[in-house]
Every structure is written in structure tokens, then in C-alpha cells.
């Protein structure tokens, strides 16, 4: 007997698998706003892969990625297509859009830097310092997330999350349990990037698991974009975000993390964020 996906465990899965030049979501990729729907995580986690993919004839890193997640992407088979704006000698502007059956559902813009190995240890702010929430936790253990949530199968489940020694309430420790792309390493840059989706939820999210319970919520919120910038790759599976989050009274907030990993920190992120009372329906990014 074959099992089926829900019976496989999570780590033995991928939230997309390629068939030619197309990507298939699994129930993994689904979000939790509309049905048969993605994650914006998973959305950000392909658009970062075709940026850093894309071809050049020098090594590069990508240092800065802006992304404008217009609408959520159906549940089905999802193309991106990438382009080149600028091709210097040390500096490359990438552009990627997600999309299907001719509907741009994403777009993102990078910038790629030459890799270049420069000694900048004698400099105060070249020394790697640990991060301020002590270590990553172990790979053994549960996500301290996941037993609060009942729901169908989605992208939350890929996740291990757990709070960090600190008492602090703004920061976690994040990890991706499966790949994006099935039989396809993830690069420390796209990890970065599916996972920073999450920085407006860490307070909340930080709350909750010290709590025990989830928070009785009258608004709903969402990210409409993300903007994601890295002086170095993540170093190992665990990202930590300490994050700040400001909602204001018409409607709009705002989100800012610092990304930490096992040595120090690696860069940070923003995010715009739509609020919207829970009794307006549909919520939607656009």
C-alpha cells in the first residue's frame, strides 16, 4: 500500500516538486488566508530561488531582495521567469515573477554582489559575535508552535519553532524541516528568505508559546511585501529573528527583525503589514 503525503513525515517531503519547467505545490505550500491557496512563505522561498539562480559567469551572493507579493498563488502549477537589469563587474540587479496561466501573482528584485574573500577582522564592526539568545536549540525535540494549532495541512507545519533562553517576547528561533524543491538542496539564502517571511508573526507568535495558548485576536494581518538584506549566509538550519512590530490606527504596520544565527548576526528584514478588523472578509493583499 502506498501512503499517502499526510502520512509521510514532513522531513521525507518537499513543499514543491518540478515537472519540466513548472513547480507543483503540496499541501504544504498552502496558506492559511484563502483555500487553495500558498504561503507568502512559500511564494518568497521561489522568488529567492530564481534570483540566486540565475546564471553568471562570476560567483555571486545576493545580498538584498525586495518582494512584492501582489496576490496569493493558487494551490496548482506555478512558473518563474527571471532577467537581468544590470550586469556589472561587481554588481548585478536580478528581477523574478511567479506565475501562472499569465497572471504575475509575485515579483522581486535583488541585488548580487561578487563574492570576493576580504580579511575584515581588524575592523569593530567585522567581528563575529555570538547571537544574544544563546545557541540554536537542538534538531530533537517538537516545534513548541505547532501543538497549538488544529488545522488542515499546510506550510506552518514545516516549520520548527521554539522560543529562545532569553525571556525576551519579540524573538525565535526558526528551522525548515523539509525542502522547498524536491530533490534540491536549500541554499542558506533561500532558507533565509521562506523563513523571514514570518518576522510580523514572531511577537505574537513568541507570546503565545510562553503562554501556552493562542492570543484571542480582533484584527487580522498580513504582509503585502518584504524586504530582506544579508552581509553574509545563514550558517546552519536555524534563523533566529528578534523583531519589532508597530501596527498604526489606519489600517497599516510595520515590521523589523534582526536575523541572527549560531555566530552572530547575518543581516535583517522589513515588512509592510495590512490590518484589517477579523469581521471584514476577504482579506486580501491587493
Known sequence: MVASPQQVPIER???FTRDGGQLIPSNLARGPWYANSQHGSAMLGL????????ESDKPMQVVRLVADLKRAAPLEPVTT???CLRAGKNVEIIE????????????????RIRVAEIDVSRHANGATTPPPYGAPPSDEGESQLMPLFDSEEGFHHTLDIRATLEPAQ???????????????????????ATIADWSYSVPTIAREIRAGAL????????????????????????????????????????????????????????????????GEQPLRPQ
Open 170 to 192: 519579540r524573538a525565535l528561533w526558526f528551522r525548515l524541516r523539509c525542502p522547498l524543491v524536491a530533490d534540491e538542496p536549500l541554499t542558506p539564502f533561500v532558507r533565509t
Open 81 to 83: 521567469t527571471t532577467r
Open 47 to 54: 522568488l529567492a530561488r530564481a534570483v540566486e539562480g540565475y
Open 13 to 15: 517531503r518537499s513543499i
Open 96 to 111: 523574478a515573477d511567479i506565475e501562472a496561466d499569465g497572471t504575475v501573482f509575485a515579483t522581486a528584485r535583488a541585488m
Open 215 to 278: 492570543e484571542q485576536r480582533t484584527i487580522a494581518t498580513i504582509n503585502p511585501d518584504a524586504s530582506i538584506h544579508v552581509h553574509r549566509p545563514l550558517d546552519g538550519d536555524w534563523l533566529c529573528m528578534d523583531a519589532d512590530v508597530h501596527y498604526g490606527p489606519h489600517g497599516a504596520g510595520s515590521a523589523n527583525a534582526r536575523l541572527y544565527d549560531a555566530r552572530g548576526s547575518i543581516g535583517h528584514t522589513s515588512q509592510s503589514i495590512l490590518i484589517r478588523d477579523l
